[in-house]
């Protein structure tokens, strides 16, 4: 079954701290790796999106990582706002159709 | 959320009234798609469609229906069938199936 796990549920770091996400994933085959960011109430908006040949692509604040072999991926926050305060989102795109397979997502809180 | 707009924000019934949500775009892209969000799980397909009057169903369209008579209009009901209605619902649109997902704003049902 395909299927995206994300760690921790939930974060809670001070503002200026730098946390790191987790996403494990089953998809196969696979086709791309998205990280969302979404606040309370409202829709996510992408931050990166990864395929099978990219190790890792920044935005910002933001880098992810990914390796394809594990099927693991990381999210990067550094230097952490509170802004940044929000859930996180691993998506999972296969090969066939439309497949894409949303992670239960990491709630971070920053604090000042 | 730009160039998607769902409506509305926040949405109240009884229960065993049929209700339907709302989702424009104008985006010109051709692939749009519904979700559902509950607290702690990832968000599920449940309806999409690649092409005006045509649509498919994805993991959890009992007790929903959908109909695509314009490119810029994919409106989601929730009729009295579905046993647990109350969630945040959220439509997204991409230029095509395979491509990028953008979200709307969302919509918040409670059915009592």
């Known amino acids: 079954k395909n299927q995206v796990e994300q760690s921790p549920q939930s974060l809670i770091i001070l503002e200026g701290k730098n946390c790191t996400l987790q996403c494990n994933y089953t998809v196969s085959p696979f086709s791309n790796l998205r990280w969302y960011k979404q606040d309370t109430g409202r829709g996510p908006v992408s931050l990166t999106i990864?395929?099978?040949?990219?190790n890792t692509k920044s935005n910002g604040r933001y880098t992810a990582t990914l390796d394809a072999d594990t099927k693991q991926s990381s999210l990067h926050i550094t230097a952490s706002q509170l802004s940044d305060s929000a859930s996180y989102i691993c998506v999972v795109k296969g090969n066939y159709g439309q497949n894409f397979v949303f992670g239960p997502g990491t709630r971070l809180s920053v604090l000042p | 959320d730009g160039g998607i707009t769902q409506s509305p924000k926040y949405l109240f019934r009884k229960e065993g009234q049929n209700v339907t949500l709302s989702c424009e775009q104008n985006l010109n892209h051709d692939a749009m798609y519904w979700y559902r969000q509950d607290p702690g799980q990832g968000l599920r397909l449940i309806y999409y469609s690649q092409i005006v009057n045509d649509f498919q169903k994805g993991d959890i369209a009992e007790g929903y229906s959908v109909s695509r008579e314009k490119k810029e209009s994919f409106p989601l009901t929730v009729t009295s069938a579905q046993k647990n209605p109350t969630a945040f619902y959220l439509c997204a649109t991409s230029v095509s199936v395979s491509y990028e997902q953008y979200f709307g704003p969302g919509t918040r049902l409670t059915v009592t």
């Open positions: 990864m395929t099978f040949s990219e």
